[in-house]
């Protein structure tokens, strides 16, 4: 069931916050979240549902375990356990045929099938058990905990939401004096993203993925191409997932809960370590406070601080995909920090616009490698971005290249649905209008045959 599907639009959503509200205890509205929830990952594939719910189970018996026993080889198994789960359904056919290739022995692909959301269900639960190591956390009741993981808006691609954000909100009447407040953002939150989703990223992907076909086919790929192509998967991304993040936390809010923020108009940024703060925001923290600082992070010498930034990045270039493209992604965004790091020190600030020029071309370079994935086609593309290939192509992207400048000045100047739904919006019923004719647009449009998946659904 897709955020941008009438079945979930019409029919899921309404009937959820209905009896949400209607129901007359928390503890009940607890639990019926919990059955709309599961109801919500059973009908993408109800397969998948017993690996959800035993997932879910044994970490919070492993959570109880550890706390009357404080064994820390209970944490230590259950993090393993979390891991190898992640790895045999997403990585396994992926490094089963990187050995084969190294010890040139022929291999087997078993394609296993990926369960949605497993990168982010299984973060979420080793986040908590390494915080009950700290004694950053606690035992919590079975229903409050399975809502923590299962929650629908953020289950299948995010936020990576905390325990200690989200779980003492489920405990709080949703019939509190900013009800209305809460209320109006999340549904105008939602529907922004709505738009923001179904009238630009899908509109970028279909002519990319059409393009791509038509561009990868010519013999030679002229510059303007490459560059319309480059630009337009990081509009389509960018858009993409940020419309997912906008409706998740809408959604969230409509229910009276607080998700965090998972973007802040990150194609501003001045360098990369600004761009990570303000891209996928929970997962760069997690791999922060998870991984980059027990690593050592960059208060154990420079030598440290090296190895900490490349093994953290490349491994958030793994966790994005089982494929070699996104570990050398990965990597590279660990040495464009670690150059960035480097270059502080020396005490010299470049002019924003240049500064923010080489983080843009950084960005859009590596979105290249992530979008194509096999190296020499990037390879061809990043050739002809930069005129190293001399020869005349067809220019299949010059009726977008308007839609392509108008993305690009939203993306960079904003405002984004966020600060429209918290800040520009407020106090007016004036938007009422606008915003119910972009719902009832959106609903009617998604109705068609065009119900794309978001992209990160495949992470």
């Known amino acids: 069931m897709l955020f941008n599907s009438q079945i979930f639009l019409l029919l899921f959503l309404p009937f959820v916050v209905a009896v949400y509200y209607v129901i007359p205890a928390q503890k009940y509205r607890i639990w019926f979240l919990i059955l709309a929830s599961l109801s919500f990952y059973a009908y993408w594939d109800y397969r998948f549902l017993p690996l959800l719910f035993i997932s879910v189970l044994i970490n919070w018996c492993a959570s109880i375990i550890y706390m009357r026993s404080k064994a820390v080889l209970i944490i230590y198994a259950g993090v393993l356990l979390n891991l190898i789960i992640i790895g045999v359904f997403k990585y396994f056919d992926f490094f089963s045929s990187s050995l084969s290739h190294f ?38 009741r079975f229903d409050e905990y399975i809502l923590f993981v299962t929650f629908f808006p953020q289950l299948i691609a995010g936020p990576i939401v905390r325990h200690n954000e989200i779980i003492s909100q489920f405990w709080k009447s949703p019939f509190r004096p900013n009800l209305h407040e809460n209320f109006t953002r999340g549904l105008v939150l939602t529907v922004l993203g709505l738009a923001k989703k179904v009238f630009f990223a899908d509109e970028y992907g279909i002519f990319i993925d059409e393009g791509v076909v038509v561009m990868l086919a010519e013999d030679s790929i002229s510059a303007a191409t490459a560059w319309l192509f480059a630009l337009s998967y990081t509009l389509q991304l960018y858009f993409d997932f940020s419309a997912y993040s906008d409706m998740a936390i809408g959604l969230g809010a409509m229910f009276g809960f607080t998700l965090p923020r998972n973007f802040k108009t990150p194609y501003i940024s001045r360098n990369l370590s600004e761009f990570w703060k303000r891209w996928h925001i929970t997962l760069s923290r997690f ?57 502080k020190k020396t005490g010299i600030h470049l002019p924003f616009l240049i500064a923010w020029l080489l983080t843009f071309l950084f960005v859009v370079n590596g979105w290249v490698l992530f979008r194509l994935e096999d190296f020499s086609q990037a390879k061809e593309v990043l050739l002809a971005m930069y005129g190293f290939n001399f020869e005349s192509a067809l220019f299949i992207f010059s009726d977008n290249t308007f839609f392509i400048i108008i993305g690009l000045i939203l993306s960079i100047f904003g405002p984004n649905n966020h600060q429209l739904a918290y800040k520009k919006m407020k106090n007016t019923k004036f938007w009422v209008y606008p915003i119910a004719l972009l719902l009832a647009i959106s609903v009617v449009w998604v109705g068609g045959e065009r119900e794309i998946k978001f992209i990160y659904f495949q992470f």
């Not at 639960?125 to 009950?132: M, N, R, V």
């Not at 966790?319 to 493209?325: E, I, L, N, V």
């Open 103 to 140: 010890f040139d022995y022929a291999s087997h692909s078993y394609s296993i099938i990926l369960p949605l959301g497993i990168s982010f269900f299984t973060f979420q639960q080793i986040s908590y058990l390494i915080d009950l190591k700290r004694g950053q956390g606690k035992v919590y």
């Open 287 to 343: 791999f922060r406070d998870y991984l980059y600082i027990p690593f050592g992070g960059s208060w154990n010498g420079y030598g440290r601080y090296l190895v900490a930034v490349l093994a953290t990045m490349t491994l958030c270039g793994l966790w994005h995909g089982a494929d070699w493209s996104f570990v050398v992604w990965g990597f590279l965004h660990g040495c464009g920090l670690a150059i960035y790091f480097t270059w």
